[in-house]
């Protein structure tokens, strides 16, 4: 075992490493992948890199570096940057590894040979070819963690022995500097508010404070990456906030209403679609100030030391009291909706809630399925829900659950996506099969994509652009070895899921939908 990789092994151990996934060679990945067995890290063979490094932003996705993807170089690499893209846009601290070049190698040697530093720079917060300097490995791991936390990539070769430090990003090098005395502008104008509306975003749920948000008796609303922060079960949970403004968006129902937005934690990453609010807003964080200068607020408050300020604001936020009924009368409007369109996610959603009472980790794809589950599946905590949040990235979830779950065997996972996400890393199934992961995926079905034939109402595109051919999903994971169901009205999700034995690996739900309904159910959440 060559020192290099001892030193990696032993590093990844003692920064709290837990697992690596991924699709090794016969080189330097698999002699690392047996230096982390030998210290009881484990490691989850896959079908294909990407998800090995989606898995890993899943262990990840609490703002810690838990989880570790590696790869051969050249092709194995180039398969790892969806996954590092992933991770990028959600902001999950992780770690990919691939063999390479030593970094001097001449020109003319080109077996799978890419320049792997220069197609990472722009997606990691950091890059090292792994040497023997010790102190290289740690800094790249804390540099993952500091907000905005993010991927960071190592090239390996054993033959390496070049003490170059890593590369760093500029988004890991910003310095904010607020003080105590700063906050007073802040304090003034909450203080004189009579509507305020919190905003959180998911570093709040990463942050060093810990506040009891449940005694806010003011309307909360989140960004879906920071969904259950605030529990959702509360008479002033006031919903999900993407930016698109639908009939029945909070930002149309709730903060149209306020006279002060105070954000914590919101950044443009976390939003679709990012515009300067119409009431006068207060913008409180730990990041770089080019992530809220979409909002144009008109008070900022950016310091990386925020636990006694926030403390502060929290001391003056928990005095105002509104917005009760004005939140209780928005959940009814949107109950209303959706009970107009008989069998659609929003009332699957609903069975899927009451068979598992709530209690499991809910990871979501994106499509119109998405913007619904987001809207009516309540968490208590932000543990119970893990998307693709921010990047809104087709074919997450299957890889994703998979990394829920391995890192939270004892509770289930139920892992939605629609007919774009099914595809990509469908093979995963079989992973979780093997290691008889309890995780039901639920296929929500209307046959086409559906976020795309909203976009196309109205329009004379080609049905061809979106709509797909008769598919039976459930009978590929049948085939697989894995249970399945396929409910196709009210009332018998409950059966399904009854008689599912969780021990004995997942369970595979095919829900179609009649595709214009569904639709119209979408509609008014998003424009």
Not at 172 to 179: K, P, R
Not at 214 to 232: N, R
Not at 234 to 244: C, H, K, R
Request: include cysteine; proline fraction near 5%; charged fraction near 20%.
């Amino acid at each position: 075992m060559t020192s290099i990789t001892s030193l990696l092994a032993n590093g990844l151990k003692s920064h709290g490493i837990t697992l690596a996934a991924g699709v090794v060679g016969g080189g330097a990945s698999l002699d690392l992948v047996r230096a982390m067995n030998d210290l009881g890290i484990a490691y989850l063979p896959v079908h294909h890199e990407a998800s090995a490094a989606i898995i890993a932003g899943a262990l990840g996705r609490e703002g810690k570096c838990r989880g570790a993807a590696i790869s051969i170089k050249g092709p194995g690499f180039a398969n790892l940057l969806p996954g590092i893209l992933s991770n990028y846009f959600e902001g999950r601290p992780s770690v990919t590894i691939s063999e390479s070049y030593l970094p001097d190698a001449p020109p003319s040697v080109r077996h799978k040979r890419m320049d792997q530093f220069h197609s990472t720079e722009q997606l990691v917060k950091g890059y090292w070819a792994a040497n023997e300097n010790r102190d290289g490995l740690s800094r790249l791991l804390q540099i993952s963690e500091k907000e905005a936390p993010g991927p960071i990539h190592i090239d390996l070769n054993l033959q390496n022995r070049k003490n170059s430090d890593p590369k760093i990003s500029n988004q890991a090098c910003y310095q904010l500097n607020a003080s105590l005395d700063d906050l007073k502008e802040t304090l003034i104008a909450i203080e004189n508010s009579r509507c305020p509306v919190v905003v959180m975003g998911s570093y709040v749920n990463r942050s060093r404070f810990k506040m009891d948000w449940s005694k806010l008796t003011i309307p909360v609303v989140t960004t879906a990456s920071a969904k259950g922060i605030f529990d959702e079960y509360s008479p002033f949970a006031a919903g999900i906030i993407t930016g698109e403004i639908g009939d029945l968006s909070p930002e149309k129902n709730i903060l149209s209403k306020a006279d002060l937005i105070v954000a914590i934690g919101l950044r443009t990453v976390e939003m679709v679609k990012v515009q300067k609010f119409d009431v006068p807003s207060i913008f409180i964080d730990e990041c770089d100030p080019m992530l809220i200068s979409g909002y144009q607020p008109q008070v900022t408050f950016l310091s990386s030391n925020l636990e006694e300020a926030m403390h502060r604001v929290f001391e003056v936020l928990s005095k105002k009291s509104w917005g009760r009924e004005l939140v209780s009368g928005y959940r009814a409007r949107l109950e209303s909706h959706f009970l107009g369109f008989g069998w659609n996610p929003a009332n699957a959603f609903s069975e899927l809630h009451s068979a598992l009472s709530g209690d499991c980790i809910v990871v979501l794809d994106t499509g119109l399925f998405c913007t619904i589950g987001e809207t009516v599946w309540r968490s208590r905590n932000a543990e119970d829900f893990c998307g693709s949040s921010c990047g809104r990235f087709m074919g997450l979830a299957i890889p994703t659950a998979v990394g829920v779950s391995v890192s939270s065997r004892q509770r289930t996972v139920l892992a939605v996506l629609g007919d774009g996400g099914i595809g990509p890393y469908f093979a995963e199934i079989q992973t979780a099969i093997d290691h008889k992961l309890p995780i039901i995926f639920a296929l929500m079905s209307d046959g086409r994509y559906g976020s795309i034939a909203l976009a196309s109402v109205g329009k004379t595109q080609s049905s061809q652009a979106y709509e797909f051919k008769n598919r039976r999903w459930h009978e590929l994971a049948a085939v697989l070895g894995c249970q399945t169901e396929v409910v196709t009205a009210p009332g018998l999700l409950q059966r399904a899921i009854s008689n599912w034995d969780r021990s004995q690996g997942p369970l595979f739900l095919e829900l179609p939908f009649e595709p214009n309904s569904y639709l119209e159910a979408a509609r008014p959440l998003r424009y």
